[in-house]
């Protein structure tokens, strides 16, 4: 039976996070998914890893002796595979817009007030090579339940995004 460990790390140098992949690898686990990233001067990393229980021990040792390492944020913790549910539906919501503190909190509560899921979510300021403006990308993967009326949220959805001055769409998530 498959374990599994959730890892994120952060560090300024970019060998770190390969040297994560490697220990991962040499205990003979499985990266499930991952992302990387540069945030700021530092490089971050997010692992959702299997392996049977020996792997796993082995790879929770030689995480232990990477958090002693001073160049190095890393957190690691067991969890469970997602269990399927054919109960939801995914769906792809964007905004974008002039960068706001408050964005992102205001999106992601109309979807949790509302008991809708997110599953993923990314977002890159940028400035707009056009007028100078500081701008912000949104993508949000959420989950609706199936018995949602999906145009009645999409509109709400629209009509309050629009209160915010916000361009933004919601479409069915496409693979």
């Keep these: 039976m498959s374990q599994h460990i959730a890892i994120s790390a ?3 140098d970019e060998m770190a996070i390969h040297t994560i992949t490697k220990h991962i690898a040499e205990s003979e686990c499985f990266i499930l998914d ?3 990233c540069k945030l700021g001067n530092d490089y971050g990393g997010l692992f959702f890893v299997a392996g049977n229980w020996r792997a796993m021990s082995v790879l929770e040792s030689r995480l232990k002796t990477l958090t002693n390492e001073k160049s190095m944020a890393l957190f690691y913790k067991r969890t469970s595979e997602e269990m399927q ?3 939801h539906l995914p769906y792809e919501v964007e905004v974008c817009a002039l960068n706001h503190p408050k964005l992102l909190l205001n999106i992601s509560q109309f979807f949790t007030t509302q008991k809708i899921s997110i599953r993923d979510v990314n977002c890159s300021a940028y400035i707009s090579h056009k007028t100078g403006a500081e701008m ?3 993508e949000m993967l959420v989950d609706i339940p199936a018995d949602t009326f999906i145009p ?3 509109e709400r959805y629209i009509e309050y995004c629009d209160e915010l001055n916000l361009d933004a769409t919601f ?3 496409k693979l």
């Design 10 to 12: 952060q560090s300024q």
């Design 34 to 36: 991952a992302k990387l």
């Design 85 to 87: 549910d054919s109960s």
């Design 136 to 138: 912000l990308s949104l």
């Design 152 to 154: 009645d949220l999409r």
């Design 171 to 173: 479409d069915l998530q």
